[in-house]
C-alpha cells in the first residue's frame, strides 16, 4: 500500500539518523507521539512541509527528497477514498499544530504580484489542517469556503470564456477554452486573481460540449483549468491536479530576494519551508532566480498525457531598485537537480529540460503522479509570469494554468543593488562582499 512505502522511507531516513524521537521532537518543535505515528505508518500529515523537515534533519538525499514526496502524494490520494468523517477527539496536539505554522511574527504586508507593496496591510497566516489518522479523517473547515470560491469561479469563467480570442484556429470550441484558461489573467487589471493569499484548492474547469456550449465544473488543483471533448467513446482522464510550491530553494543559500526595506526593517532569513510566509509579508520578490516545485497528479485511473509546459509573460519592466537578501551564508556549493530552465529575458520564453531532465510528454495517474522542478531566470528585467500545463487523455485535452494561489508568479534582475547576507550565528544584516 502507499501508505505503507511512505511510512517505510521515513523509517529507514529516522533509523540512519541515528536521532531518537525525542530529539527529532524537540528539533522539529513536534511531539514524540506525532513522529511515531508518521514513522509507524499510522498517520499520514495532510502537509508536506512537517514531512520535508524531518527528511531533511536525518540528511536525506535530494534523490530521496523526491521519491519521499512522490509516496507522500499516493499516501495522501489513497486517504483521500477511504476518508470517513471522525470525531473532533483527533485533534492535532498544540506543538505539532505550532511547528506546522508558517512565519507569521512579522509585520506584514500583502499585495499583488504585479504591483509594488504597500506597508501596513497586515498578511493573512495560512490555517494549518490538522492530520488524519489512517481509515478516518477529520472535517474540515475549508468546505464552506471552497464552496463559495467554486461559484466565484463559475460566474468569473463564464463571463470572460466568449470574450477572449483563441490562438490560431479551432472555431469556437477553440476560443471558449482558450478564454477559460486565461480568466483569471485577462479578467484582472494587474495580471492577478482570486485571493492574494488562497492555497491551491477548488479551481474552474471548463469543458466544452459537441455543440459548443462551454460547461463550468470545479476540480482541485493549483489553476484554472480549460477542457475540449472532441468525440466519445472509452473511459477518458480528466484535468491533472497540480500542487505549485514557487517557494522552493535549489540550496540552502542560493536563494535571494528583492524586498523594498532597509536591512534594519527586514527579519532574519527564513528556512525553505517558512519561506512563503516571510516573502508575502515583506512583500518580496525572487532575485534574479525562482525555483518552482510542481507536483502533477491524475485524478483516476486513467492515465493522463502530460503533453507539454508552456510560459505566459503577463508583464515585463525595468528590474526592480531595491535592496537584494540572500536567505543563506557560507553554505558551499550546490547539488545540481534535475529540472527545467526558463530564461525569462528572452523574447518569447520556452521551457527547456536541464541537468539530464527528460523532455515531455509524460503520463500520470491518480496512483502515479510526476515532480517537476522548474528553474526561472531574469538577469535584465523584472518579470510577471505564469505557467500553462498541456494534458490530453483520449478525446479530451485541455490546459491548467500554473501560479501562486491565483497570483502570478514575479521575478527581477538584481545586478548593481545593495546586497546584504546574514552570517550564521549573526544578528543583523550585513553588507555582502563584493568580487
Known amino acids: 500500500m502507499s501508505g505503507d512505502e511512505f511510512a517505510e522511507l521515513l523509517r529507514e531516513l529516522k533509523e540512519r539518523s541515528g536521532l531518537s524521537y525525542g530529539v527529532l521532537g524537540k528539533r522539529l518543535h513536534m511531539s514524540t507521539s506525532t513522529l511515531h505515528r508518521y514513522v509507524n505508518g499510522d498517520a499520514v500529515p495532510t502537509d508536506y512541509a512537517p514531512v520535508e523537515r524531518l527528511a ?32 473532533g477527539s483527533d485533534a492535532l ?63 468569473s469563467a463564464a463571463l470572460v470564456v466568449n470574450l477572449v480570442p483563441g490562438e490560431g484556429g ?78 522552493k530553494f535549489e540550496g540552502p543559500c542560493s536563494q535571494h530576494y528583492l524586498v523594498d526595506r532597509k ?64 536567505m543563506g551564508v557560507g553554505c558551499g556549493g550546490n547539488v545540481s537537480t534535475k529540472s527545467f530552465d526558463v530564461d525569462l529575458d528572452a523574447g518569447r520564453p520556452d521551457v527547456t529540460p536541464k541537468d539530464g531532465q527528460r523532455d515531455f510528454p509524460y503520463k500520470v495517474s491518480e496512483s502515479d503522479p510526476e515532480v517537476f522542478y522548474v528553474t526561472a531566470h531574469a538577469r535584465a528585467h523584472d518579470v510577471s509570469w505564469y505557467l500553462e500545463l498541456e494534458w490530453s487523455s483520449g478525446t479530451r485535452h485541455g490546459m491548467v494554468r500554473l501560479d501562486d494561489g491565483g497570483k502570478v508568479f514575479r521575478t527581477s534582475g538584481s545586478a548593481g543593488r545593495p546586497a546584504y547576507d546574514y552570517p550564521l550565528g549573526g544578528s543583523e544584516w550585513e553588507t555582502a562582499p563584493t568580487g
Not at 57 to 66: D, H, I, K, Q
Not at 73 to 86: C, I, S, T
Not at 95 to 107: D, F, G, H, K, L
Not at 129 to 139: A, F, I, T
Request: charged share 20%; glycine share 10%; hydrophobic share 40%.
Open 170 to 247: 479551432g472555431g469556437q470550441d477553440r476560443r471558449a477554452a482558450a478564454g477559460a484558461a486565461a480568466a483569471s489573467v485577462e479578467g484582472m487589471p494587474d495580471g492577478t486573481a482570486g485571493a492574494p493569499d488562497a492555497k491551491p484548492s477548488v479551481s474552474p474547469s471548463v469543458s466544452v460540449s459537441r455543440s459548443g456550449s462551454p460547461r463550468v465544473s470545479a476540480s482541485p488543483g493549483g489553476g484554472a483549468s480549460a477542457t475540449r471533448d472532441s468525440g466519445t467513446g472509452g473511459a477518458v482522464g480528466t484535468a491533472p491536479v497540480v500542487a505549485t510550491n514557487p517557494y
Open 263 to 326: 536591512p534594519a526593517q527586514v527579519p532574519p532569513p527564513p528556512s525553505e519551508q517558512d519561506a512563503r510566509g516571510w516573502v508575502r509579508a515583506l512583500g518580496a520578490v525572487a532575485g534574479e532566480d525562482q525555483m518552482l516545485a510542481l507536483t502533477v497528479q491524475g485524478t483516476g485511473k486513467e492515465t493522463v498525457v502530460l503533453e507539454a509546459l508552456h510560459v505566459r509573460v503577463v508583464g515585463k519592466g525595468a528590474p526592480l531598485a531595491w535592496n537584494d537578501y540572500a
Open 93 to 155: 496536539d498544540p506543538q505539532t499544530r505550532a511547528a506546522e505554522t508558517p512565519v507569521a511574527e512579522i509585520a506584514a504586508v500583502d499585495t499583488p504580484a504585479a504591483e509594488a507593496p504597500a506597508a501596513g496591510e497586515p498578511d493573512a497566516v495560512p490555517e494549518v489542517e490538522p492530520e488524519v489518522v489512517r481509515g478516518r479523517s477529520r472535517r474540515r473547515r475549508s468546505v464552506a469556503l471552497a464552496g463559495a470560491a467554486v461559484a466565484a469561479a463559475a460566474v
Open 56 to 87: 531533511r534533519l536525518c540528511r536525506a538525499t535530494p534523490e530521496e527528497l523526491v521519491e519521499l514526496h512522490r509516496r507522500w502524494v499516493r499516501a495522501d490520494a489513497l486517504r483521500g477514498r477511504k476518508g470517513v468523517e471522525a470525531s
